[in-house]
């Protein structure tokens, strides 16, 4: 009752980055998993496909986390945050989350089918988010606003793969 009454979208972040064992947390909230005897997850997926990839872009780097080891891959070097989206506070806030749709493990059903399944997924993932940032005292919020096409190229994303959602992540700017 207590996170789902402070769960909110927040735009005003500051730059302090998120410690490791934290970030860690959230991913792991996110869509880690939760049963290993069946590998299943945190977050549910149509079919069990699992298709949401999490990217983290940070100033470091952009890395993808790997749920089955609980581990980041890091995919390229340098600093992208500015790409993951339109409005300014995105090349500054410590950590974008972007939601990446792997349509290749989606194994049936037609391209609408895999848009709707996809969408529905990642909601659930982004709203786990949500309710982890809710207890942390994190700010976030989910960012539809996004040029796809132009930030599938520079994250060197395949055609199957599609981005689906980001979402912002940071501490509340401290008020003056
Ligand atoms: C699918 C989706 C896309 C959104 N896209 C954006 C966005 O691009 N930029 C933004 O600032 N907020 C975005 N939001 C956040 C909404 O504006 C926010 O959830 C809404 O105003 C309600 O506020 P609350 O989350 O605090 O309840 C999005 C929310 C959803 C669910």
């Keep these: 009752m207590q996170v789902l009454k402070s769960r909110q979208s927040s735009r005003d972040f500051s730059t302090d980055s998120i410690p490791l064992p934290v970030l860690s947390n959230l991913l792991w909230a996110a ?36 749920a089955k080891t609980h581990a980041l891959e890091q995919i390229l070097t340098g600093d992208i945050r500015e790409r993951t989206g339109s409005q300014p506070f995105v090349k500054e806030v410590p ?8 349509y290749a493990r989606m194994s049936r059903g ?19 988010v949500y309710l982890f ?28 793969q599609k981005i689906i959602l980001a979402q912002s992540i940071g501490y509340p700017k401290k008020s003056e």
């Design 31 to 66: 869509c880690g998993v939760n049963r290993t005897e069946s590998g299943k997850r945190t977050s549910p997926s149509a079919m069990n496909w699992q298709e949401i990839d999490l990217y983290i872009v940070t100033a470091s780097g952009v890395f993808r986390y790997d």
């Design 95 to 102: 950590v974008n989350l972007v939601y990446v749709a792997d």
């Design 110 to 128: 037609s391209d609408e089918d895999k848009m709707l399944y996809s969408a529905a997924d990642a909601g659930f993932i982004s709203e786990n």
């Design 133 to 160: 940032c809710a207890s942390e005292g994190l700010a976030t919020v989910v960012r539809g606003s996004v040029d796809r096409s132009e930030l599938a190229k520079v994250m060197k994303l395949r055609p199957d």
